[in-house]
């Protein structure tokens, strides 16, 4: 069992940047692969980042590719997104996800992860 609970959202002009943290309680961190999603309301949620269980495979949306930027700290059971140069469509709620598979390969979907946080709302003006 994994508790996820992201933190560091806010309001952010677009070019800025925003670090938004996602710390987990519970045994064996590092033998989940993460993920972060983000939701629009009346949008489905969306797969934005993920990082394998020790880090060393990442795999990106699109959308984000060249500005976002996943990391982990197993020590501190806590993954990282950092959000450079942020645009308006980047606002969302984010939502962080732990997965049993430790390095996923396969096309990103909501499925493969089985903990969710609560979300942490990111607001890029313009």
């Known amino acids: 069992q994994v508790q996820l609970v992201e933190s560091g959202g806010g309001l952010v002009q677009a070019g800025g940047s925003l670090r938004v943290s996602c710390a987990a309680s519970?045994?064996?961190?590092?033998?989940?692969?993460m993920g972060w999603f983000r939701q629009d309301p009346g949008k489905e949620r969306e797969f934005v980042a993920r990082?394998?269980?020790?880090?060393?495979?990442?795999y990106y949306a699109d959308s984000v590719k060249g500005r976002f930027t996943v990391s982990r700290d197993n020590a501190k059971n806590t993954v990282y997104l950092q959000m450079n140069s942020l645009k308006p469509e980047d606002t969302a709620v984010y939502y962080c996800?732990?997965?049993?598979?430790?390095?996923?390969?396969?096309?990103?979907?909501?499925?493969?992860?089985?903990?969710w946080g609560q979300g942490t709302q990111v607001t890029v003006s313009s």
């Open positions: 990082i394998s269980w020790n880090g060393v495979t990442t």
């Open positions: 996800a732990a997965s049993r598979i430790l390095s996923i390969t396969t096309s990103p979907s909501i499925i493969q992860y089985n903990y």
């Open positions: 519970g045994r064996a961190f590092n033998t989940y692969s």
